[in-house]
């Protein structure tokens, strides 16, 4: 997610301030970010850049999956008549998620260490969300005691705290795009503050599959329908994400 701040980053001067989006033509924003994609200056975006941007259309697709099979109505009804299908889903769309924000660190370096650590933030939260979604896997945490609960809720934990991460790094950027005082096209924040919200439904969706609530069938509910509209906000923040850097 961070590529939608740093992409801009070259437009600026050697004061250290934070990277900002400034209104420039489509050519001269394709060439930013080629440029610190490692593409040729004036060609066609390099795989990198349609890579980082198509994928999250598809971590999107992913994380809208494991929403639907997180309702009970759904998850009740499958073969496993469990939550296989559903950590399957948020498995594979948070190690998308993951490999996109290693993308984006590597276009942060050399960009001043506000950037790389602001970026290093979105790793850090995406890492948590994939080790808890392995943890969500049936079985993983079977033998497995957190305060007193067996068997422990170290995946919705670790949901609660990568969102929070997330949402950390998402507000930093956004302050240092208000600071910088440049216009900001509207692809990027439409996918700066979709992100944010995709990231707050899914703490919330966490908070909800807590092992105090999982007793109760709308607690468990509310929780499936929070990741359905997280992911359907990370779906509007991957089409900004492809309108600033491919179309």
């Known amino acids: 997610m961070s590529d939608t701040i740093t992409k801009e980053e070259t437009a600026l001067s050697d004061e250290e301030v934070p990277e900002a989006v400034v209104d420039t033509t489509k050519q001269e924003e394709d060439e930013v970010a080629a440029d610190e994609a490692g593409g040729d200056i004036g060609g066609k975006p390099p795989f990198l850049v349609y890579y980082n941007a198509l994928s999250r259309v598809v971590m999107a697709a992913f994380l809208i999956a494991a929403g639907v099979f997180a309702i009970p109505d759904v998850w009740l009804n499958t073969p496993s008549n469990g939550f296989q299908y559903c950590a399957i889903f948020f498995i594979i769309g948070t190690f998308l998620f993951l490999v996109c924000t290693l993308i984006d660190f590597k276009s942060s370096i050399g960009n ?108 468990v509910q509310k929780g499936g329908v929070f990741f359905v509209v997280g992911g359907c906000c990370f779906m509007i923040h991957a089409l900004a994400v492809c309108k600033a850097y491919l179309f």
């Not at 950027?173 to 439904?201: E, M, T, W």
Request: hydrophobic residues 50%.
């Open 112 to 219: 001043g260490l506000i950037a790389v650590i602001n970026s290093s933030l979105y790793i850090v939260g995406a890492a948590a969300l994939e080790a808890g979604s392995i943890a969500f896997y049936p079985g993983v945490m079977n033998n497995v005691t957190c305060n007193g609960v067996k068997p422990c809720a170290l995946g919705q934990y670790l949901y609660v705290a990568g969102t929070l991460v997330i949402c950390f790094a998402l507000l930093w950027d956004i302050a240092r795009l208000l600071r910088s005082g440049n216009v900001i096209p509207y692809p990027f924040i439409i996918a700066l503050f979709s992100a944010l919200v995709g990231a707050v439904n899914f703490n919330y969706g966490a908070n909800f599959l807590m092992p105090q609530y999982q007793n109760t069938y709308d607690q």
